[in-house]
T-cell receptor
Framework: KQEVTQIPAALSVPEGENLVLNCSFT??????LQWFRQDPGKGLTSLLL?????REQTSGRLNASLDKSSGRSTLYIAASQPGDSATYLC????????FGTGTSLTVIP | DVKVTQSSRYLVKRTGEKVFLECVQD?????MFWYRQDPGLGLRLIYF???????EKGDIPEGYSVSREKKERFSLILESASTNQTSMYLC???????????????FGPGTRLTVL
């Protein structure tokens, strides 16, 4: 069964810093990988989707990369802001969607 | 924009009650999903549906059933609620057939269910 791991579980950075969130998965037979943001008590908001044939996707200050062969993805956030504080989850899509447990990000003003 | 709505944001029920959670999506998506989210366990798939009147068990279907009578609506039913079903319930939908690299999930706001 696919296992998705996100390390660290929590991260705290000062405002303005660039940061990288990590996602690893055990089975490389995936169709895509999706990054989400979740605010406390809310649903998940889709940030980026990377198809298995792609290496990266960009949206504004966010850049996600995918290395399927090594089972890794990273989400790069440039010039972090307090409004970026949230939990970030990755999900891989193979025979079903499998989610990591997320990284809780706090950006300190 | 895709919109997925859930019938309640917060719900409090008693042990043994029958509970209905409803999810509606407005973008004609083929696929709909029910997850529960618990601290430290992440999202776990309860049931999903790839077509009207069609359902498939996910990883934790015990104690739950589902109904999909119309394409836009997917209901989760707790036949006899128990305290261990206290959780955040999330509904999602996606457009493309199984196995498509374009399959992107869109989530509703969630229902926080407490069973006393």
């Amino acid at each position: 069964k696919q296992e998705v791991t996100q390390i660290p579980a929590a991260l705290s950075v000062p405002e303005g810093e660039n940061l990288v969130l990590n996602c690893s998965f055990t089975d490389s037979a995936i169709y895509n990988l999706q990054w989400f943001r979740q605010d406390p008590g809310k649903g998940l908001t889709s940030l980026l989707l990377i198809q298995s044939s792609q290496r990266e996707q960009t949206s504004g200050r966010l850049n996600a990369s995918l290395d399927k062969s090594s089972g890794r993805s990273t989400l790069y956030i440039a010039a972090s802001q307090p409004g970026d504080s949230a939990t970030y989850l990755c999900a891989v899509y193979g025979n079903q969607f499998y989610f990591g447990t997320g990284t809780s990000l706090t950006v300190i003003p | 924009d895709v919109k997925v709505t859930q019938s309640s944001r917060y719900l409090v029920k008693r042990t043994g009650e029958k509970v209905f959670l409803e999810c509606v999506q407005d973008m004609d998506h083929e696929n709909m999903f029910w997850y529960r989210q618990d601290p430290g366990l992440g999202l776990r798939l309860i049931y999903f549906s790839y077509d009207v009147k069609m359902k498939e068990k996910g990883d934790i279907p015990e104690g739950y059933s589902v109904s999909r009578e119309k394409k836009e609506r997917f209901s989760l039913i707790l036949e006899s609620a128990s305290t261990n079903q206290t959780s955040m319930y999330l509904c999602a939908s996606s457009l493309y057939p199984s196995g498509s690299p374009y399959n992107e999930q869109f989530f509703g706001p969630g229902t926080r269910l407490t069973v006393l």
